[in-house]
């Protein structure tokens, strides 16, 4: 079994930065693939950026350019650094395992965090 434990979420004004943090616990998440999703009230559980096991990562279209992703495999960790904050990111964020080798998708995902608030201001 994987824990993830989400972390850095907060209040931020529009054109703000926050760093968000996941540790991984119970076993290693080596191999696998590490994946931040959103969920907006009322609205699905939505994609928003994975990394695989050798760095490679890939992002929601809305994102690219403002947040990026990366881990720590000693740490067992992954970060999702957001930059230029908009409203439309606000949200619950969540942190997810999968043993794909990358994955955009929740049903791909076995290990789910609790998620962190993320609210941006106009």
């Known amino acids: 079994q994987v824990q993830l434990v989400e972390s850095g979420g907060g209040l931020v004004q529009a054109g703000g930065s926050l760093r968000l943090s996941c540790a991984a616990s119970g076993r290693t998440v080596s191999g696998y693939a590490m994946g931040w999703f959103r969920q907006a009230p009322g609205k699905d559980r939505e994609f928003v950026a994975a990394?695989?096991?050798?760095?490679?990562?890939t992002y929601q279209d809305s994102v690219k350019g403002r947040f990026t992703i990366s881990r720590d495999n000693a740490k067992n960790t992954v970060a999702l650094q957001m930059n230029s904050l908009k409203p439309e990111d606000t949200g619950v964020y969540y942190c997810?395992?999968?043993?794909?080798?990358?994955?955009?998708?929740?049903?791909?995902?076995?290990?789910w965090g609790q998620g962190t608030q993320v609210t941006v201001s106009s």
């Open positions: 997810a395992a999968t043993l794909r080798i990358i994955a955009t998708t929740p049903a791909e995902y076995a290990y």
């Open positions: 990394i695989n096991w050798f760095g490679d990562s």
